[in-house]
């Protein structure tokens, strides 16, 4: 059975070929009344437009883009699920890509996506002004996700890394803690970077004669548990460690019962993400709350709120705070 037409709609409908493209499309021109005869005949008929059709009408793919840096994980499970919410609720569809492998694969990503998106969300440590110069039509809308990039014509929304990282830091140290370890994410990471700056500022205010005691890590649980192992046979050892991710530290906790010890016990863990898994580990793990759903739809927001603008304006840069989530593992309640 041939798959029905325009010109069939039109012919149920008793209307011009062009009026059912205005009706379906939302242009103007049309009727209510007219309007409905036409999507009810439509329906009727089973008619679905054909979507390349509708962009060369419309100028619009109703797609916006996601590049993350990698897809696995808790973190971008939920990421890409409020980004997702919000999109459903504009009505719009999610093409989503990864850059995990260098910058070349992210310039390929971005470059696959030009065409068939409306606007894009970028999450990359590979991305700097010079690659947005480089990959991205001027005119398309972008909102950059914890990023660096200022002034680059382009939003931005990043999370409040440094607070947090110094908030939890400094409830370490009201807990009774001055030794205090710190595991670090991926040495070119925006995140990382700002959560380390974070550590080292509240140690230099609330514990300036305390050893610095940092750790490298991925943001992978098996970095939490190497780092672990290594903490468990320090002497001394830290009494508490800060990791930069939920995810390392549900791997450090993996390590310090394999190595006997007890947490909070011997020694007091916190991470950063309050990632879903988070309050189910034992012990449920103190952390630094990204609203990481929330993230996401404010994101996909933004990015709405650019396509509906019919001229292009100063780009804006926002900044989402955080909370200390505390949980057994720092062996303290809240301060």
């Given at each position: 059975?041939?798959?029905?037409?325009?010109?069939?709609?039109?012919?149920?409908?008793?209307?011009?070929?062009?009026?059912?493209?205005?009706?379906?499309?939302?242009?103007?021109?049309?009727?209510?009344?007219?309007?409905?005869?036409?999507?009810?005949?439509?329906?009727?008929?089973?008619?679905?437009?054909?979507?390349?059709?509708?962009?060369?009408?419309?100028?619009?793919?109703?797609?916006?883009?996601?590049?993350?840096?990698?897809?696995?994980?808790?973190?971008?499970?939920?990421?890409?699920?409020?980004?997702?919410?919000?999109?459903?609720?504009?009505?719009?569809?999610?093409?989503?890509?990864?850059?995990?492998?260098?910058?070349?694969?992210?310039?390929?990503?971005?470059?696959?996506?030009?065409?068939?998106?409306?606007?894009?969300?970028?999450?990359?440590?590979?991305?700097?002004?010079?690659?947005?110069?480089?990959?991205?039509?001027?005119?398309?809308?972008?909102?950059?996700?914890?990023?660096?990039?200022?002034?680059?014509?382009?939003?931005?929304?990043?999370?409040?890394?440094?607070?947090?990282?110094?908030?939890?830091?400094?409830?370490?140290?009201?807990?009774?803690?001055?030794?205090?370890?710190?595991?670090?994410?991926?040495?070119?990471?925006?995140?990382?970077?700002?959560?380390?700056?974070?550590?080292?500022?509240?140690?230099?205010?609330?514990?300036?004669?305390?050893?610095?005691?940092?750790?490298?890590?991925?943001?992978?649980?098996?970095?939490?548990?190497?780092?672990?192992?290594?903490?468990?046979?320090?002497?001394?050892?830290?009494?508490?460690?800060?990791?930069?991710?939920?995810?390392?530290?549900v791997g450090c906790l993996a390590a310090f019962k394999e190595a006997g010890l007890r947490v909070p016990e011997d020694i007091a863990?916190?991470?950063?993400?309050?990632?879903?898994?988070?309050?189910?580990?034992?012990?449920?793990?103190?952390?630094?709350?990204?609203?990481?759903?929330?993230?996401?739809?404010?994101?996909l927001e933004q990015l709405a709120e650019l396509l509906q603008r019919p001229e292009p304006s100063s780009a804006s840069a926002q900044?989402?705070?955080?909370?200390?989530?505390?949980?057994?593992?720092?062996?303290?309640?809240?301060?």
């Amino acid at each position: 059975m041939a798959a029905t037409t325009i010109k069939d709609v039109a012919r149920e409908a008793k209307v011009s070929v062009a009026s059912v493209s205005r009706a379906m499309n939302g242009g103007s021109g049309v009727t209510a009344e007219t309007s409905l005869r036409i999507r009810q005949a439509a329906e009727r008929l089973q008619y679905i437009p054909h979507a390349a059709a509708r962009m060369l009408i419309t100028r619009r793919t109703r797609t916006v883009g996601a590049l993350l840096p990698d897809l696995y994980g808790e973190f971008f499970s939920e990421l890409i699920r409020g980004i997702d919410l919000a999109a459903r609720a504009h009505g719009l569809h999610l093409l989503v890509s990864s850059s995990h492998d260098g910058v070349e694969e992210a310039a390929a990503a971005v470059r696959s996506m030009q065409g068939r998106v409306d606007g894009l969300l970028i999450l990359s440590e590979r991305v700097d002004a010079a690659f947005l110069r480089a990959n991205l039509p001027r005119d398309l809308p972008v909102v950059l996700l914890n990023s660096p990039v200022r002034n680059s014509g382009h939003a931005v929304l990043n999370v409040d890394n440094r607070g947090g990282a110094f908030a939890m830091v400094r409830h370490l140290i009201q807990a009774g803690h001055r030794n205090i370890a710190f595991i670090s994410g991926p040495a070119g990471n925006f995140d990382s970077r700002q959560r380390l700056k974070g550590y080292r500022a509240a140690m230099a205010r609330y514990a300036p004669d305390a050893p610095l005691t940092v750790l490298d890590g991925d943001f992978i649980e098996e970095s939490g548990y190497r780092a672990g192992l290594q903490l468990a046979a320090m002497t001394p050892r830290p009494t508490a460690v800060f990791a930069a991710n939920d995810m390392m530290a549900v791997g450090c906790l993996a390590a310090f019962k394999e190595a006997g010890l007890r947490v909070p016990e011997d020694i007091a863990v916190a991470g950063f993400d309050d990632i879903p898994i988070a309050r189910y580990v034992n012990p449920p793990l103190t952390t630094v709350r990204v609203r990481i759903v929330d993230l996401g739809r404010s994101a996909l927001e933004q990015l709405a709120e650019l396509l509906q603008r019919p001229e292009p304006s100063s780009a804006s840069a926002q900044t989402l705070g955080c909370e200390i989530v505390v949980r057994d593992s720092c062996g303290a309640s809240v301060t």
